[in-house]
């Protein structure tokens, strides 16, 4: 990847640790409708299967390889592995992901 105005290693080391912002119209089109940024899911609604919401999507966080789901529940934080086996669909156009938590997770891990 090249940045403009980025032309030698002393310039990219100036830069190291900042965040880097791209107009949405400018990102690479998903092929694979299945495929979607995390920010789009931002807001979304987090439901159990059996139709109980849990709360609504504020973030997500990368801890090693595995990506973490932000939860706002009853005002407070709750963080959900974004894993398959935990969140079994995400429904795009009611804005939903639908989750199979294993018993207990929504209640030990409240921050």
Do not use: W
């Not at 089109?29 to 139709?51: A, C, M, N, R, S």
């Amino acid at each position: 990847m090249k940045l403009k105005g980025i032309d030698s290693i002393e310039q990219a080391k100036e830069i190291i640790g900042q965040e880097l912002f791209l107009p949405e119209d400018e990102f690479p089109p998903l092929d694979d409708k299945d495929l979607f940024y995390f920010h789009q899911i931002e807001g979304f609604t987090v439901i159990l299967k059996d139709g109980f919401e849990v709360g609504v999507v504020k973030d997500n966080i990368s801890v090693d390889e595995n990506e973490l789901l932000t939860v706002i529940r009853a005002g407070r934080e709750i963080l959900i592995p974004f894993s398959r086996s935990i969140c079994v669909a995400i429904d795009h156009q009611k804005r939903q992901i639908i989750i199979d938590p294993p018993e207990g997770l929504l209640d030990l891990n409240e921050i």
